[in-house]
């Protein structure tokens, strides 16, 4: 794939541009400490991941915040621990503390050299508002879950990007898809016909930590550890081809 051929990109934000995990494990972790689970890290990823994917497809129109509210609330009841208000809001209040990868900022500068970058989040507007402070990027244009009514991996989410490039005069076979979740993000988007690159945040663990196995084979057409390896491949390419 020549990353050349591309006039815009379209990421998701969490997971991918911001460490999702890591902002969710630190509130999960001490409550299931406070607790007397016994259980890691990973572990409640995991388990927690079904049951955000299972609100979100339920409650498509509920904001984020609920979301992550109601999936700690499930989660409780599945590990037979109690989840009090407190700890559902703060859980739900913990997004603009999820922190960026290393490597996002800089490397989403050099991206917007060459290329209109596009948001499509499974967030609401105010989360995402706070979470691109950390990212320091003006997107060209900013989709989330709130605006189109349902969260990824629904096909309305890929619609709605589409309609947005169509009127940003960017042709489908322009439009390039950036995502860490094959399960949100790389399954929904090659059902739309869009090429799509898989930066595996997760290549040095095992396991599908808070994002749930993806339930159809999917190739992304290209693979990257990182978003800084994304950016080096694509500004070689530019160069290149220059």
Same mark, same amino acid.
């Given at each position: 794939m020549d990353l050349? %051929?591309?006039d815009a990109l379209s990421f998701d934000c969490y997971g991918t541009l911001i460490d999702w995990e890591t902002g969710i494990a630190a509130v999960l972790g001490?409550?299931?400490r406070s607790r007397g689970l016994d259980v890691g890290d990973e572990a409640l990823l995991t388990a927690y991941s079904g049951h955000e994917a299972r609100a979100e497809a339920e409650h498509p129109a509920d904001p984020y915040p609920l979301i992550l509210a109601r999936s700690l609330r499930d989660l409780g009841?599945?590990?037979g621990a109690r989840v009090t208000d407190q700890d559902a809001q703060?859980?739900?209040g913990s997004v603009p503390d999820w922190p960026p990868f290393p490597d996002s900022r800089g490397a989403l500068a050099a991206l917007a050299e060459r290329y209109r970058l596009i948001i499509l989040?499974?967030? %609401?507007?105010?989360?995402?508002a706070a979470s691109n402070r950390w990212l320091g990027v003006r997107f060209t244009s900013v989709l989330t879950a709130q605006d189109i009514g349902s969260y990824?991996?629904?096909?309305?989410?890929?619609?709605?990007l589409l309609a947005e490039a169509g009127r940003l005069e960017i042709p489908p076979a322009r439009l390039l898809h950036v995502a860490q979740s094959l399960f949100?993000?790389?399954?929904?988007a090659r059902g739309a016909g869009l090429a799509t690159v898989w930066i595996n945040r997760r290549h040095d663990r095992p396991g599908w930590g808070a994002t749930p196995a993806p339930g159809a084979g999917v190739i992304p057409?290209?693979?990257?550890p990182s978003l800084r390896a994304f950016a080096d491949a694509a500004a070689a390419n530019w160069d290149r081809d220059c």
């Open positions: 050349a %051929d591309f001490p409550w299931a009841r599945e590990l703060r859980l739900a989040s499974n967030v %609401d507007n105010e989360s995402f990824k991996p629904s096909p309305r989410n890929f619609v709605a949100h993000d790389h399954v929904p057409a290209a693979e990257f």
